[in-house]
């Protein structure tokens, strides 16, 4: 009997070692397979939205008329600078009256009569004013040139001398107008006589007038730090006013060919990532992050991220990335 008893705990201690062994054998297999099915639930990274300039989107047949693709193109762009003044027909700060003609009489006289009136279009050889000279009794003062009355300092008795100012009428050549404009002291190594430049008026937002730089002023000015300038502008309508509020864009160098996208085609994203939309069959859509370079008129250049002749979308860019952005519906 001492033998026996001594015998079953042999057999216990054998047994319960392989079963305690068994039982975890069974449970870490249980778990691998339980991590295997989680992993292969789960979208590769190539697909999912924690790298969103890696995703696609595809859309449905009555989602598609909100999108326009075209291709990567190429592009001329210009390096150009800004600059902000005013229209006038003559600088006062220089005294330069290029434009406007002060109007004198060619002798000593007192004034008789006005005969136009600020704002008239004169031609050349017609009368302003008539004096009474001591000599010649009545003379009329002519227009030496065609354009505008810009000035009148003439009134009936007044004296009036050849030269002395102010002059009793002022007329301005108004087919041409100046734009004086300030540009900045760091650009102004860059600016020339003789660049082009377009200007717009506040007054005409999507006018463009054109013409050239004509003067470089010599200081700067100590305050603004900005060097003054003066360009010479056609306005063969009339449509500009002395003092109208104006900005003006100098083109400084030859236009440098590059690929460009349409300015609708270039997202920016809420971290400012600059995206676009690049597809192969106008059906699936992939987001490609961008860097962008120089904008103008409605183009932007694309320095990396698109290669010329890649579809991209142009009408409905937002819509793609906002779809990217919406949260998943139940």
Known sequence: MLETKRSRPKVRVGVLPSLVVVLAIGFWMAGCRRAEETNASRPS???????????????SPSQLPAIKVQPVGRYLFYLEKKGFGSIDFDNKLYFDNNLSVQVFPSSEGRIIKTL?????????????????????????????????VTSVNASAGLEVQPGKAPAPYAVADVSRKWMIGNVPESDSSLI????????????????????RIIKIFP????????????????????????????????????P???????ANAVVREPDGTMTAWVTTDRHHFSQRVIKA???????????EGLSRG?????????????????????
């Not at 136009?116 to 002519?142: C, H, M, S």
């Not at 020339?192 to 013409?211: C, I, L, S």
């Not at 890649?310 to 139940?330: C, H, K, R, W, Y």
């Open 310 to 330: 890649e579809l991209v979308v142009t009408d409905g860019a937002i819509f793609l990335s906002n779809m990217l952005q919406a949260p998943p519906s139940d």
């Open 256 to 262: 440098t060919e590059a690929t460009a996208v349409p």
């Open 219 to 254: 200081a700067v000015d100590w305050n603004t730090h900005r060097v003054m300038i003066r360009s010479q502008i056609a306005d063969p309508s009339n449509e500009l006013r002395s003092g109208m509020l104006a900005e003006c864009v100098i083109r400084v160098q030859e």
């Open 192 to 211: 020339q006589e003789g660049q082009p430049v377009e200007v717009t008026a506040t007054a005409y937002p999507a006018r463009v007038f054109e013409g």
């Open 116 to 148: 136009a009136e600020l704002g008239d279009q004169v031609q050349k050889g017609q009368p302003l004013y008539t004096i009474n000279t001591f000599r010649e009794g009545a003379v009329d003062v002519a227009s030496p040139i065609t354009g505008q």
């Open 45 to 59: 990274k190539s697909t999912s939205n924690t790298s969103a300039f890696e995703s696609t989107v595809e859309l």
């Open 293 to 303: 370079g120089l904008r103008q008129n409605e183009r932007v250049q694309v320095l």
